[in-house]
Structure formats: structure tokens, C-alpha cells
């Protein structure tokens, strides 16, 4: 294969990804669902690979399905899924410019039929700050 061809999947590769992460958000907003909580969180740079760590095992810990996805050339640009039968969690780098620091947006879904129980929401959410709360320079706003 020639470096031309390998530079051609690549791109249609990322394009592909972006487009399935586009077209999710843009699910989510055209069916009016809102999340039912947002965190934006913000942290150096060079935490990006514990950010990504912390919400894996956050998944693993809590019984979540977890994808994490690079959709371009970027090491900071990280997407985060994460799912089960009552709750689901989207996480996507936001390209801020009023910060230096690496952002996240992050915004946890209801799953299903039943109403989410926001008391258990707020424990994801206390859970989430514990596991961060080490990173260098993070901030976190919680929009209710």
C-alpha cells in the first residue's frame, strides 16, 4: 500500500468517526433529548491520557459499557461513551478559546423508560469529581 493510499484511508477513516460522533449529537438534539446533567470540566493538557484512564475504570467500577474513540490525528481530541440500562454518558473535547487548558464537555442521558433518579445522578456526578480532582488544573461546572 502507498504512503498515498494509507493517507487516504486515514482521512476517510477520521471523516467516517467525526461523522458518526456528529451524527449522534445531532440524534440526541433532533429527538430533544437533554441531558439530564452537564459537567464541563477543564485540566492541562499533558492529563488528557488520566482523564481517559479515570473514566474507563469510573466505567468498569459502575457497570458501564465504555467506547472511547480518536476520531482525528489530534491525542487530546478523545470521545467517551459510556452506557447501561438506566444511564448514559457522552464526553467530547471542546475546543475552548478562552481557555489554555484542555476542556470536556460531558452530558449524562437517561437510558430507557424509567425517569432517572437525580439523587443517583448526583452520585455519578460526586463520583466523577473524586476520581478528577487529582489532574493538574481542573475545574468542574455542573449545570443542573
Given at each position: ?70 476520531p482525528l490525528l489530534d491525542p487530546t481530541d478523545i470521545r ?8 448514559k454518558m457522552l464526553a467530547v473535547p471542546i475546543n475552548d ?48
Amino acid at each position: 500500500m502507498t504512503k498515498w493510499r494509507k493517507l487516504v484511508t486515514v482521512v476517510i477513516v477520521c471523516g467516517l468517526w467525526s461523522a458518526i460522533t456528529m451524527g449522534y449529537l445531532a440524534a440526541a438534539s433532533a429527538s430533544g433529548e437533554l441531558p439530564v446533567r452537564a459537567v464541563k470540566i477543564t485540566m492541562a493538557h499533558e492529563e488528557h491520557g488520566q482523564f481517559v484512564d479515570q473514566i474507563s475504570e469510573l466505567a468498569a467500577e459502575n457497570t458501564f459499557e465504555v467506547r472511547v474513540g480518536q476520531p482525528l490525528l489530534d491525542p487530546t481530541d478523545i470521545r467517551i461513551w459510556m452506557w447501561r440500562r438506566d444511564l448514559k454518558m457522552l464526553a467530547v473535547p471542546i475546543n475552548d478559546p478562552n481557555t489554555l487548558d484542555l476542556r470536556y464537555d460531558i452530558g449524562i442521558y437517561a437510558s430507557g423508560d424509567q425517569p432517572l433518579p437525580m439523587d443517583l445522578v448526583d452520585r455519578f456526578v460526586e463520583d466523577l469529581q473524586d476520581r478528577l480532582r487529582h489532574l493538574d488544573r481542573v475545574t468542574f461546572t455542573i449545570f443542573k
